[in-house]
């Protein structure tokens, strides 16, 4: 079951989490979601509890990741 929140920030609206799949997916303010797959649970933890969703993003996810629009 995947898990599911919402943020309060300028550049991320929501993620969505599957721990059995590793698949992350990531709903930007601008409507888009994107689909990273094998997403390890331990930076996915250290992505939700950090203080700026967008900086952690451009600098841990963004080109670290291969991902596809949904």
């Given amino acids: ?5 919402m943020h309060r ?3 991320i609206e929501a993620t ?5 799949s590793g698949d992350l997916e990531i709903t930007f303010a601008d409507g888009k979601t994107f ?3 094998g997403f390890p649970p331990a930076t996915y933890t ?3 509890t950090s203080p700026s ?3 952690f ?3 841990r ?3 670290a990741f291969a991902a596809e629009e949904v």
């Fill in 53 to 55: 969703k967008g900086r």
């Fill in 35 to 37: 689909r990273y797959e």
């Fill in 1 to 5: 079951m995947a898990e599911v929140m």
């Fill in 16 to 20: 969505s989490y599957d721990r059995a």
């Fill in 57 to 59: 993003f451009h600098m």
């Fill in 61 to 63: 996810i963004k080109d």
């Fill in 9 to 11: 920030s300028s550049f």
């Fill in 46 to 48: 250290a992505f939700i």
